[in-house]
Nanobody
Framework: VQLVESGGGLVQTGGSLRLSCVVS????????MGWFRQAPGKEREFVGG????????LYGDFVKGRFTIARDNAKNTVYLQLNSLKPEDTAVYFC?????????????????WGQGTQVTVSS
């Protein structure tokens, strides 16, 4: 199973980005999908997750309504819409696929990971 992220870049404070993650080599709708991020010198943290049908979404506490995760099972793609970005959102954002939603959202584990896409927010 391969996960390939795209959509990262440089944006000013208050700006928006839309990240995409395309999954290949597996049955997409079998997996819970999630996004994580890791800033330099910090631990990786859970950003958000989507259930297999997109019906259950969870977010990290810091999101506070600014980010939205969505998936399109017909396109084997999961998205992360980032709005109202702040400099502290600067990080590498990773896409992840998991069989267990609890483990992914609470323990930060997943079965497959993408290589990440850099998001940089300037002040």
């Amino acid at each position: 199973v391969q996960l390939v992220e795209s959509g990262g870049g440089l944006v000013q404070t208050g700006g928006s980005l839309r990240l995409s993650c395309v999954v290949s080599g597996g049955t997409f709708d079998r997996y819970v999908m999630g996004w994580f991020r890791q800033a330099p010198g910090k631990e990786r943290e859970f950003v958000g997750g989507s259930g297999r049908n997109g019906d259950i979404t969870l977010y990290g506490d810091f999101v506070k309504g600014r980010f939205t995760i969505a998936r399109d099972n017909a396109k084997n793609t999961v998205y992360l819409q980032l709005n109202s970005l702040k400099p502290e959102d600067t990080a590498v954002y990773f896409c992840a696929a998991a069989n267990n939603y609890f483990d992914m959202s609470r323990r930060g584990t997943a079965d497959y990971w993408g290589q990440g896409t850099q998001v940089t927010v300037s002040s």
